[in-house]
Nanobody, 123 residues
Framework: QVQLVESGGGFVQPGGSLRLSCVAS????????IGWFRQAPGKGRERVSC????????YYVDSVKGRFTISRDNAKNTVYLQMNSLRPEDTAVYYC????????????????WGQGTQVTVSS
């Protein structure tokens, strides 16, 4: 069964760090472009980062550049999102998504989705 599972969310103070994991089962992640999206209460789903199939191309939304890092561990069939210098405005549910072709800006075009993990940044 094809499945994506996110983990690593939690509560952190401003300036803190979290590492999100996206683990795939039923398919091989390195055959897919993997995007991280987030959705804050009352807002639309925003693409935060994406890593292409061959990891030659990486995207970050401007608001997280220099603070977030996306990476793959193909041996573990996992993609990570390292989040440093977290801010209250980073509070959201974070989702990973897999696309068998390219990184896309439209969340609804991805082939597979995880269930999300909550990130809360507050003092």
């Amino acid at each position: 069964q094809v499945q994506l599972v996110e983990s690593g969310g939690g509560f952190v103070q401003p300036g803190g760090s979290l590492r999100l994991s996206c683990v795939a089962s039923g398919f091989t992640l390195d055959h897919y472009a993997i995007g991280w999206f987030r959705q804050a209460p009352g807002k639309g789903r925003e693409r935060v980062s994406c890593i292409s199939r061959v990891a030659g191309s990486i995207y970050y939304v401007d608001s997280v550049k220099g603070r977030f890092t996306i990476s793959r561990d193909n041996a573990k069939n996992t993609v990570y999102l390292q989040m440093n210098s977290l801010r209250p405005e980073d509070t959201a549910v974070y989702y990973c998504a897999a696309d068998r072709v390219v990184c896309r800006s439209n969340w609804d075009l991805y082939d597979y989705w995880g269930q999300g993990t909550q990130v809360t940044v507050s003092s």
